[in-house]
């Protein structure tokens, strides 16, 4: 790999998401030097990637690095807490100190994957740390070059949290939290991953906030994701509606075991606020018409590339 290869910096390569991004970013020619914490860098992919070991909330770290580069894809975040400084430590605070500290080495480009939760911040802590974390760039004014992205439900191969839930649906049932008229948009993460490099090398876009979901225009309904979970099936599949005393109940329960364990707890009542939140829909029309982008893939064809690798469904 030349020395003159431009070199973007990743926080979050351990992850989901962060993963995928690495790897449009290496196979599309940049250098990548990821923040990983030590003791985690088995959970990389395995891909051709510079190791920097740290965290954070660690001003040393994040200095070894941003040295020489010359973009940075700002990926990490908490997403399972209790508290507000739970997720403020890394989401709002975490943010504030990576993108002042890239304000000073005179970085290039600076793409927050925030999240569509931050649209509701009284939703949860959550949602409000992700909310705070997109007010740190507004407040750099122009001494930083930004594009903030919030996507939607993102999911596909390696996802841990929406694939139990796929494949729940294409074995005959899906669980319905709230309102049966609710819509939301989703987005597969190579499309997100795709936007994500579009963000950082568009010219003339600076200080923009975008929405982005699979061009589905006004998000599923869940009577619309049935339908294509019957379809993949090619049997029927049966919406199974979830009380809301019942799931309120279930975070109550694991809240008290998190306590209990000292665990982080995934499902908490704040959680269930967004989950039964009535609208999460986004529109692409800021976001086409300002980048090189367009979404790909359909909840049809990602639900497939998803469960490709399982079983198949009997």
């Known amino acids: 790999m030349l020395t003159d290869t431009p070199v973007v910096a990743l926080t979050g390569a351990t992850g989901f998401i962060g993963g995928c991004i690495a790897r449009h970013l290496v196979t599309t020619g940049w250098r990548v030097r990821v923040l990983v914490r030590q003791g985690s860098e088995g959970r990389l992919p395995n891909l051709p990637l510079e190791v920097c070991l740290g965290n954070i909330e660690q001003s040393a770290s994040l200095e070894r690095l941003l040295e020489g580069a010359q973009a940075i894809v700002h990926c990490a975040g908490v997403v399972r807490g209790i508290s507000q400084s739970d997720f403020d430590r890394v989401n709002a605070s ?72 796929l494949k729940a649906m294409v074995r005959g049932l899906v669980p319905v939290i709230g309102d049966r008229d609710a819509r939301f948009s989703l987005i597969y993460v190579d499309d997100l991953a795709r936007a994500a490099l579009a963000a950082l090398t568009a010219s003339g876009v600076s200080q923009r906030l975008f929405e982005l979901d699979d061009g589905h225009r006004g998000g599923y309904s869940w009577q619309e994701v049935i339908d294509i979970a019957s379809s993949y099936r090619n049997r029927p599949v049966y919406a199974v509606s979830v009380p809301e005393i019942l799931l309120r109940a279930m975070a109550a329960i694991s809240l008290l075991a998190s306590r209990l364990g000292g665990r982080s707890p995934m499902l908490t009542p704040a959680k269930v606020n967004e989950l039964r939140h009535p609208d999460w829909v986004c529109d692409n029309n800021d976001i086409c018409a300002a980048l090189n982008w367009q979404p790909q893939v359909s909840f049809a064809k990602g639900l497939a590339l998803t469960l490709a690798n399982d079983q198949p469904i009997s």
Do not use: C, N
């Open 94 to 165: 975490g943010t504030e100190r990576l993108a002042r500290l890239s304000a000073r080495h005179g970085i290039g480009r600076f793409v927050l994957i925030s999240s569509l939760a931050a649209r509701a911040p009284q939703l949860s802590p959550y949602a409000m740390s992700k909310k705070r974390g997109e007010q740190i760039l507004y407040d750099l004014d122009d001494r930083l070059s930004w594009v903030i992205l919030r996507p939607p439900a993102v999911y596909g191969p390696g996802d841990r949290e929406m694939k139990p839930l």
